[in-house]
């Protein structure tokens, strides 16, 4: 059985999983522990076969079934990209699943939940493999749907039935663009196959048309900005494993989608299509995880950050297009390289802290910040698995974040070589905004971590949390030692890449696994290198060292006593910072532009007894000039247009005559 | 053979940096007291207290999580690496390139990120007041760092700090505006991340303004031993960055003689002395800012930084 039917059948047992489930929740038996379980081997499965056609280097695959529009039947395709983001999807897919073995014990309404669950899974395990903008289609509104079902679970919220709401508009709006986008590539001929757009070569108005309304669609999919509204409203909402999935493995299927279109649908790239690409990704980035830092629900923080990393990433895919159309394409290599690394790395970061935070409820019911603290105490594991994953996420080395984003980095010092002024001019901005996005991620960290696993309890759930079962921890674990391997062995990963780079740029980064000591060198070792394993290996040494020769030689004495806190300790919790507070300096330096945030001090008169009060006011500027008047001008449209709902017959013939001639006369001209 | 004696050196550098740390900061003390009219301690003081307070017991909070006591064997690890990698009298250190500048960067970030975490750990008011205000500097000390490292990287064609030292000795170099700039954007930073005068007091305590001491209130003995003695080397290695980017003459290029690396050896010494007299005079010299200033502060080192880098991209086609 070849790689690509192996794939198929896997996917297609989930999607049956989904039917089984229904079944057998309907006849009332416990199909926890099954549903996941199945769920789990299926996606590792998938994970194995994936990364083996990979590593391989497999020729491309393809299949045709008779199944969908009658005249074209769908078609299915392995190659080298597809078959990386099918193991990234597997392996994130088996890491929710192996989880939610455990998790999924607590869920209030399992039969909301268990059936969607696997036919996500499956669905977004065949987006990428799909050939024809129909399977595709269809397939992306599969996963849309069984993710909106998911976001549903908890409708009786009614902050849950907003996020389902505007999701699926946002939802439905990005497939549209989508299909614009392939109505556009497709032609008047109607060559819905990706082995036709491929093959055609359009001008480069209706490619630029394209690209954008590509953009647009797998944007809105992938939270960026400014179609990043629903993104923290939907994937909180969700159950804690399918946030995890939603954030870590849905987006980067919208990156798939981006990188298909762009890297190989659309042909010989053009300079000027990086553009927008890059103004999108940095504002995203710097968006999203201002954000974050405001945010004080635990679940919502990570969304926002889940939209800043895939401005990361669109940012590594835009400066590949921009070396791939300006003909460097070992430059190009190495941005997309940098891209899809930081896609991998997210992936294992943010499922892993999605998991802890679903621990945390679990434990304490609590996912505001304000009723935490104090966690490591109570849930060491989870708390010290939460820390590798904050370390991660703010791109410390020698874990898995800094390598992507120093890779980034490395094409952005890259960026002088442009021919164009306005790549030039680009270059150094985005260098600064990747600077910028990663300190403030850093700080952003800091503080979710802080607040929650540190400092004392807030609320009594808090203070009596208890650490959650064997499945969720050994989920966590594994993904933080993945963060800790793909942080010190990156050199591995990148010769991974290489079949997918030889595929969408046409060029490669040099062999990393021959170097000496497994160090990577992006361009060449004099130029820069870096050694995860080495700098780690030194770290513990030192610290080791350090710590028996203070132990043997100096003191190993310790004693417990009541917090010094300059001699004056307050026995209340409420004393210490709060996520608010801990902000509020950030708040004061970049919060002016960029929520238009202010803070009134209400200070009572001198003699008198009224509290003071401090108040916080800001604007979602996104919100308020694009999504506001939109909804306005929609609601004043339909307003207009009830009229039409009382016209008598008469009229509304003379409307549908109407009608058919322009339709007609538009006929007419078109021909 | 060659390895052998690399590794030795290797480990020269390491000891050197962790010997002369606490001799920098006793040297600034001392000019800073010299120059208030004080007799001020004897430079070696701060080894007497590193010794003092590791010998001490150490006293850890009732609320402090197992994390609070692993943090400064972290934080001390990551700066010692960190310095570990700039070189002082000789490039060409065996591991120089496990690490290039940005990494450097990022160690350091590292060590802070730990830093923040350790001052919030115990959970009272003055660590998270701490925190919360190094938070706020980092976001913008740390990309001011990171573009100054571009600019360094764009004109020397390397991210790897000995590649840049040996060009800069070069007379390839000449003089350039974004050299000038970096270097102002560099010390600007350097005053940030040391918390020195004017944006923190190292000196203070229990005043609303501090930062640095904020964050460390609740340790003691070997703890406080370990993170002040980071803070210590974090300055050797602002020091030594700044003297091997913008004064690497006399700096023995790797393949040296070993005569070339006493010289450099004693040359160091002197750059660093220069540099410790130069931090006290103008600590001594300028009053201490509000924490809202800060930004302004950094925001001018985080701007000028970028305009180099702009300079620089714009520039290299006209070359």
Known sequence: MSALAALMSLDAALLSLGVIAGFLIAWRVSANAFVYGAAFALSLGAFVVASWALLFAAPPQSLTLPIGLPWIGAHFRLDALSAFFIALIGLGSAAASFYAIGYGRHERSPGRVLPFYPVFLGAMGLVPLADDAYAFLVLWEFMSLASWALVMA?????????AGYVYILMASFGTMMLLFAFGVLAGSEGSYQFSE??????????????????????????GLAPLHVWLPLAHPAAPSHVSGLMSGVMTKVAVYAFAR??????????????????????ASGLLGVMHALMETDLKRSLAYSTIENLGLIFLGLGLGLAFKADGMNEAAALAMTAALMHALNHMLFKSLLFFGVGATLTATG???????????????????????????????????????????????????????????????????????????AAACFVRFYGISFLGRPRSKEAAEAHEVDRFSLTTMGALAALCLIAGILPGFVIDALKPVMLFAVGGTMPTQSTIAWLSIAPIAASRSSYNGLLVMIFMLATSALVAFIIHRLASDALRRAPAWDCGFPEPSPQTQYTGQSFSQPIRRVFGGFAFRAHEIVKAPTPGDMAPARFIVRGDDLVWRAIYLPIERGISALASRLNALQFLTIRQYLSVVFAALVVLLLVLAGAA | MSLLVDLAFQLVQMTVVLLIAPLLTGLVRKVKARLTRRRGASIFQPYIDLYRLARKEAVVADSASPLFRVFPYVIFAVTWVAAALVPTFATGLLFSWSADLIAIVALLGAGRFFLALAGMDVGTAFGGLGASREAMFATLAEPAMLITVFSLALIAGSTQLSTVAAFMASSAVGLRVTLAMGLVALVMVALAENGRIPIDNPATHLELTMVHEAMVLEYSGRHLALIEMAAMLKLALYL?????????WTLAISDTGVFDRFTGGSLYLIKMTIGCVALGVFETSIAKMRVFRVPDFLGAALMLGFLGALLLFVSRTLK
Do not use: Y
């Not at chain 1, 908890?154 to 907003?162: I, M, T």
């Open chain 1, 366 to 440: 609590a996912r505001d910040m304000g009723k935490l603290g104090g966690l490591m105490n109570r849930m060491p594991a989870t708390g010290l698995f939460m820390l590798f994953g904050a370390a991660a996420i703010s791109a410390l080395p020698p874990l898995n974040g800094f390598v992507s984003e120093w890779l980034i980095l490395q094409a952005v010092l890259l960026g002088p070589a442009f021919p164009q002024w306005t790549l030039k001019l680009l270059a150094p901005t985005v260098g600064a905004a990747i600077a910028l996005t990663a300190a403030l």
């Open chain 2, 240 to 248: 030594s960055l700044i003297a091997c980017v913008f004064a690497p």
């Open chain 1, 261 to 282: 279109v762009a890297f190989d649908l659309l042909g010989p790239a053009d300079w000027r299509w990086s553009v927008p690409v890059l103004v999108v990704g940095g």
């Open chain 1, 154 to 162: 908890h409708h009786e919220r009614p902050e849950n039935a907003r």
């Open chain 1, 197 to 222: 757009m491929r093959a055609a070569s359009p001008s480069l108005a209706v490619a630029t048309t394209a690209l954008v309304l590509a953009l647009i669609g797998t944007g809105s999919k992938a």
